[in-house]
């Protein structure tokens, strides 16, 4: 919870949960996906391209691709833990 307390205390779910294929809060304007188990990555559809995407636990950058309409976050090799991951994404 250290690591990823933000993406929880005072967030809310995201509606629709269509916008993005892994759990996700939003705070403040900044979404949090949460990827569990082994995800790596998370795809967000009908929005725009986001500013910056930053792993909570380690602060190191995660990759954002961005065609058609759709975003995919996709955090570093090398850096997954036995825990669950958060990725805070924000776009403006």
Do not use: N
């Not at 779910?13 to 892994?22: F, S, W």
């Not at 188990?37 to 995407?53: C, E, H, L």
């Amino acid at each position: 919870m250290k690591h990823s307390g933000a993406s929880l205390d005072g967030a809310s779910p995201l509606e629709p949960a269509t916008q993005c294929d892994q759990p996700t809060t939003i705070r403040d304007g900044t979404w949090y996906a949460h990827l569990l188990g082994y995800q790596r990555k998370a795809t967000i559809s009908g929005r725009p391209m986001p500013k910056q995407a930053t792993m909570l636990r380690t602060g190191a950058p995660a990759s954002i691709e961005h065609a058609e309409g759709r975003t995919i976050v996709t955090m570093p090799i090398g850096l997954r833990s036995d825990l669950d991951e958060v990725i805070a994404i924000r776009f403006g």
